[in-house]
């Protein structure tokens, strides 16, 4: 449910589970930060969803039930591992964001260095009414603190241009995916080493303790407000 | 030497200008010595000294960044312009009084971080600004810290990682040019409005804002700074970096 290609010195990731739209299960989680880890020789990373919407965050029916607790365990510490190993990558990683890109999905946008989307797309995390704290991703928000606060307390969500107005997305486009590859193309022809050297300075300037994050967010699971808030959205749906 | 870098105090507005529109006011070592001198002379003693200090670049630039081409060959120059560059954005930044950079025109790599160091950034629509440095193999390191400060993390990441150039429309919607003005000919008025307008306000509040501010950004930190400069020096020093500028300054 991810696809991968190696396009000459871009590497290429695509969440590919349209009919779900790209809801993320752990299994998933495993093999993108097992591309991304393994992507270290690629010059550009591009994450790209398929279909209409680019991700709409984690699968929640796998989050009910006897193995929910486990299984939004497993898909917290996913998350996480994926930002870390996206950030971690010495190489540029840029985003197309088609579509919708929620809770899960938006904070994939914070491994990105460079993010385009579609005007209308729709951003947030409306997960603390499920009981979820969004705190994962908190450590990597690069957008100010005070804007960070309003986009991960309140569950509405934003569109594209506000988006880009914050800093979180830093171009929209109308054909975000093809938009997205253009600037890989062109971030894979710039000098490699000059391009790790700034990333680590960047990231050392900007540190990420993504284990704080995800302690706050699983110290929530299995709680029974978790539990029933979780059951309550799901029935509904 | 000294007047490649001017120094004007009127009542409480001085102006500091880099003199070298030859070369779009490229920050040489005789420059940079320049303008620490005049920075020496600056009286910062508040209530005594001006309120607002105002950077300018003679002729139609501001600052085409560091002077690589000058030095070209001479592997001792690089550092020694780095840590010159870093150690005068840590000193704009620990000054007393509000600094506004009023960029006239072309602002690229470590002329925009000197922009980006000062507390407000002024420009016109059709300004060029930017940093190039990746394009050329280098890392923009000293002047990272203080683009972070200004725009965010997010955003200076996007900036400094895809390089290149952008309009001062375009450097001010994204947070880097505070106000704009529609054309160099109307940057001139924007600039003494607001030199006057800070002018009129209370040095002290002024000074105990602005270290409070940069106390919380730690923007005032000369060790970070210096570190940049090191960090810089060492890419600059690969093969990488030495290919890439041996062929811009060829052709």
Partial sequence: MIARERLGDIERLVLSRPERRNALTPAMFEDLAGHVERAGDARVLLLLGEGTVFCAGFDLDLCVGEAGDGNLRALLEGLSRCIAALRALPCPVVVGVQGAAIAGGCALLGGGDVVVAHPEAKLGYPVTRLGISPAVSAPFMGIAPGQARRLMLDPGLIDGHRAHAMGLVHELHDEPAARAMELAEELAAKPPHALAATKRWLNELSPANAGQGLDVSLSLVGSDESRRLLAAALQKK | ?251
Wanted: with cysteine; net charge negative.
């Fill in chain 2, 1 to 251: 030497m000294t007047d490649l870098a001017t120094l004007d105090i009127a009542g409480p507005i001085a102006t500091l200008t880099m003199n070298r529109p030859e070369a779009r006011n490229a920050m040489s070592l005789p420059l940079l010595d320049g303008l620490h001198a005049r920075l020496d002379e600056l009286p910062t003693t508040v209530h005594e000294g001006p309120h607002v200090l105002v950077l300018a670049g003679a002729g139609k630039s501001f600052c085409a960044g560091m002077d690589l081409k000058s030095v070209l060959g001479d592997e001792a120059a690089p550092p020694k312009l780095l840590h010159s560059i870093a150690n005068l954005t840590t000193r704009l930044r620990n000054l007393p009084m509000v600094v506004v950079a009023k960029v006239n025109g072309a602002a690229i790599g470590g002329g925009c971080g000197l922009a980006c160091a000062c507390d407000i950034v002024l420009s016109h629509a059709d300004a060029k600004l930017g940093f190039p440095e990746v394009d050329l193999g280098v890392c923009p390191a000293v002047v990272a810290p203080l683009l972070v400060r200004k725009i965010g993390a997010g955003r200076a990441r996007a900036i400094l990682l895809r390089g290149g150039l952008m309009t001062g429309t375009a450097a001010h919607e994204v947070g880097i040019a505070d106000d704009l003005a529609d054309t160099r000919e109307g940057l001139d008025a924007l600039c003494e409005a607001v030199a006057h307008r800070l002018a009129a306000g209370g040095a002290s509040a002024i000074a105990a804002t602005k270290q409070l501010l940069t106390e919380l950004d730690g923007s005032g930190d000369a060790a970070l700074a210096k570190r940049g400069a090191d960090l810089s020096a060492a890419v600059l020093a690969t093969p990488e970096a030495r290919e890439r500028l041996a062929a811009k300054f060829a052709g």
